[in-house]
């Protein structure tokens, strides 16, 4: 890639790094919601 | 098959959950193929040599922060108009897709200027309102993250996207009603595109794999949203206890 190589591979990685972060974040949240709805349920059913 | 039953988050839910795998493995596919004709297919441009390869990442995430503007926009009127709780849900989840395309395109193309402009930056009209385009979205979940009522915030937010939507034809046409840094519109022009073959299909490949990403993604946060937003619903109860 000659003389810009290194702006290309730079270009690609963030490119890779905004797609990962974009698929991770969301998976993450799910664990996140999922967690706090269970503790949501579990109080509700406590105070009845 | 009746259709406007996937417009009810409840039946829209199970409906993302089996298209997510599909859109995944043909946004993988797309990709490689992309990243393949893209790096070691696609020849050297006789002005920009190999930086052009650059564009394949660029061109494909500033088309992208456009459309899911475009989308957003849409889904936050079609909440304001039918009072559609999956289009506010749909708008919710565009915004840091969208945001992060924008992000993409500002830095890719400042990687790309530095060589071949031989700057980082320029307060252009085409790059400036891009820029302009980013602090929308930001703009848009900042709003919504600053009211705690998701009804209020959607329709809050709507209004700003739909305001914002103005930005878009500027950013598409600014390259020829002001005299820019930036070139010209090279594919979408009417008539014959000015980029050659070898050139195109990359970048077509690219922009369809990111198209297919972002129905990935934005299916995944919709499906998050549905969870959080029918909380009091039976059927999310159930859904939770059950996987509890």
């Known amino acids: 890639m000659g003389q810009y190589g290194s702006y290309i591979l730079v270009a690609y990685a963030l490119g890779a790094v905004v797609l990962i972060i974009n698929v991770i974040l969301p998976m993450r949240r799910r664990k996140t919601v999922r967690a706090r709805l269970r503790e949501f349920y579990r109080a509700q059913e406590q105070s009845r | 098959m009746n259709i406007y039953k996937y417009s009810s988050p409840k039946a829209f839910y199970p409906l993302a959950g089996k298209l997510i795998p599909w859109f995944a493995v043909l946004t993988a596919l797309l990709l490689g193929a992309g990243l393949y004709q893209g790096l070691f297919v696609a020849p050297p441009d006789y002005q920009q040599g190999e930086s052009v390869r650059i564009m394949f990442v660029h061109v494909p995430a500033a088309w992208m922060s456009m459309f899911i503007y475009v989308l957003m926009a849409g889904a936050g009127a079609a909440g304001l108009i039918w009072n559609a709780k999956l289009s506010e849900i749909f708008a919710r989840s565009c915004a840091p897709i969208g945001a992060w395309f924008t992000f993409l395109a500002l830095v890719t193309g400042s990687i790309w200027g ?12 085409r790059i400036t309102s ?10 848009f979940m900042a709003l919504q993250a600053s009211i705690d009522d998701p009804k209020r915030a959607a329709r809050a937010a709507a209004i700003l996207a739909l305001v914002g939507v103005v930005n878009i034809p500027i950013i598409h046409f600014s390259v020829e009603w002001w005299n820019t840094l930036h070139q010209p519109a090279s594919v979408s022009r009417i008539g014959r595109p000015r980029i050659h073959i070898s050139l195109l299909i990359p970048l077509l490949l690219m922009a369809i794999a990111f198209t297919t990403y972002f129905v990935t993604v ?25 996987n509890a």
């Open chain 2, 218 to 242: 934005v299916l995944l946060r919709i499906r998050n949203e549905i969870l959080e937003r029918e909380r009091h619903t039976s059927w999310v109860a159930a859904l939770i206890r059950g």
């Open chain 2, 114 to 125: 530095k060589p071949m402009w031989g700057t980082w930056w320029a307060w252009d009209a």
């Open chain 2, 130 to 139: 891009e820029l302009i385009l980013l602090f929308l979205y930001l703009g």
